[in-house]
């Protein structure tokens, strides 16, 4: 099993809701990733996991907020967002060898966020 | 965070060796060059990334310069299932130090052509 699964793969939420984006891999990986991409644009570093452990947050607002429950589930829970964080939200993992990533992510297909 | 340049887009006709180039400069000694490509509407998806030396796997080949100041990805003969954005990316590997922080700059958008 190769795959990195999102869900759900479409959702519309209003300003006030709270909502949550779901990531599961199966390959042993032990570092995990969100990324946020807009239309047109280069995907953008959000949060890196590492052994389950947040290592990188890359300044993004409270109102995201990731979590990794276990080695293969990571969440990204959303609250009180904007109309401008509509966007794909991609989660990546990849393998980590004595402290060191291997350098290949393996990607989802991404969710994608309509905020109304 | 060191800093990748590459062509906006490119064009290749099928069947036909495809060489797309990357400079970064500002590379540090212990920044791995990663590429990454993103067909559309998937997420992206790894190609190959190399330190020092030349690799090759069964996608594609990286060359890198001597004094690693650029590199190119090569597709020996390109389908039209290559079209994609492909990414030049620098990091480190080690994770407890930034590693793993890959940061996507534009890419090449690279057209083929039948």
């Known amino acids: 099993d190769t795959e990195v699964t999102q869900t759900p793969k479409h959702l519309v939420m209003g300003m006030t809701n709270k909502k949550s984006l779901k990531c599961e891999q199966h390959m042993g990986h032990r570092a995990m990733y969100w990324y946020k991409q807009k239309a047109k644009k280069p995907p953008e570093l959000m949060f890196v996991?590492?052994?389950?452990?947040?290592?990188i947050n890359e300044s993004v607002p409270s109102r995201f907020s990731p979590e990794c429950p276990n080695s293969s589930l990571l969440n990204l829970h959303l609250h009180a967002l904007q109309p401008e964080d509509s966007a794909l939200y991609l989660c990546?993992?990849?393998?980590?060898?004595?402290?060191?990533?291997?350098?290949?992510?393996?990607f989802g297909e991404g969710s994608r966020l309509t905020v109304l | 965070d060191a800093k990748t340049t590459q062509p906006n887009s490119m064009e290749s006709n099928e069947e036909e060796p495809v060489h797309l180039p990357c400079n970064h400069s500002t590379i540090s000694g212990t920044d791995y060059i990663h590429w990454y490509r993103q067909l559309p509407s998937q997420g992206p998806e790894y190609v190959i990334h190399?330190?020092?030396s030349n690799v090759n796997n069964r996608m594609a080949s990286l060359a890198i310069a001597e004094d690693r100041k650029s590199s190119t990805l090569i597709l020996h003969r390109a389908t039209l299932r290559d079209a994609a954005v492909y990414y030049c990316i620098l990091s480190g590997t080690v994770i407890y130090n930034q590693g793993g922080k890959l940061i996507f700059g534009q890419g090449t958008e690279l057209s083929v052509k039948p």
């Open positions: 990546a993992s990849s393998q980590v060898y004595r402290g060191r990533n291997t350098g290949e992510l393996f």
């Open positions: 996991y590492s052994y389950e452990k947040l290592s």
């Open positions: 190399g330190l020092t």
